[in-house]
């Protein structure tokens, strides 16, 4: 037993050694390294690129257009109208399972690819915040404020791994599932492809089919994380901000220092106006994509129940519950978040407040009783000025699917259907 565990712990030190030298910024860096704000978003932005959605670099120009075509046609285009397409013909071929599975994925394939399109035409504006990020950095100057910002990169960068590994995972039991059962995952139409009509259409029809899918997921992937990417950094700079708010009224009280108190001050002034210019330009990227899903959530997160509880049987009961948890995952931990910045944004003010100014200078005190009035007002995003992004938002949201699934239960539609289904 002890042998197992020495192993268990030496593989587990070798699986730790072995990702931090494949991919470092999910570790926390030393605390003299410098910070790097941006590197919160260093995979996502790599995802971003193999999206096929940057310029072409020269190098390889003619692979990455190839390679964007191929993903971009099959899985942010084409595979919303070959779902829908493919319910209409084999509506009659369905069984009550495979008929909520396409639907609920074709609700969802819709919006990732609005989403997709929403971050394709705003992409430079997340550049444009990567930027804003480095002049954040360099204000950063302590130790155990890098420790800070490493610790944001490495918690942000996981992030984009927890939500790669669900979308995945629920794209590959998907396909091991229905290739079990002898049907390709979703049957989408292809023009000239009968999956029955031979072994080698079939294997075709269900590779193409995980081929789109697996790219839909990784799209997806990208643009529910984009969020959490960029807005976790920008939590610990508000962070950083209270605390230099806090140490304002430390330095002595002589008039040596009344004009460098002061100028703290205004450069505490310009880090606020720097924080909420970067959340204006990554703001309308949020709103276009949270509002969106916020949209589609409910019904998806009803029909998937609905599907999960009353017809799913081992396999696709997996697939069903993997995919539930990736629809969570693409407006509740951000919502989060959000919730969480407020209450940061609200310790800006008490911060300031507490930092002995009522004794200073008459031109300092007039200073920060107008800075005072700017924090009180909280940094909030809106989804397309309709929804205010919190948790409170969400719960909403997600309620409708409880209900979708009420109402199923009430009115007896799913006996409904699987009698409809054995008559044909």
Known sequence: MNVGLVTSAIASKLSTMVLSLLFPAMYTAPDDSPARSRNAALYLRRCVFYMGIRRPPQRFFVIYILWSLALNISS???QPIGFMTGVIIHLKEFSAGEFLTSVQVAFNAWSCSVKVIILWVLLKRLDHAADLLDQMD?????????????????????????FMSVYMIYATTTFLG?????RPPYQNYYPLLDW???????WLQASLEYFAMAGACF?????DCYPINFVLPLRVHVNLLADRLRRLGQTTNDNLNS?????QLINCIQDHKLLLRYCDVIGPVISGTIFVQF???GVV????????VLFANLASGVAALFFLSAVLLETTPFCILCNFLTDDCSKLSDALFESEWMDKEQRYRKTVLFFLHKLQQPITFMAMGVFTISVGTNITVTKFGFSVFTLVKQMNLAERLSTGNREH
């Open 196 to 202: 029955r009509a031979s072994p080698c259409k079939f």
């Open 259 to 263: 004009e460098k108190r002061h100028e």
């Open 138 to 162: 360099k204000r950063v100057t302590q130790p155990s404020e890098r420790r800070m910002i490493h610790r944001a990169v490495a918690q942000s960068n996981r992030v984009l791994f927890l």
């Open 295 to 297: 949209l589609v959530v």
């Open 219 to 223: 799209q997806d992937c990208c643009v």
């Open 178 to 182: 229905a290739v079990w059962n002898g």
């Open 76 to 78: 942010t285009f084409y």
């Open 301 to 308: 997160l009803g029909l998937t129940l609905i599907n999960l």
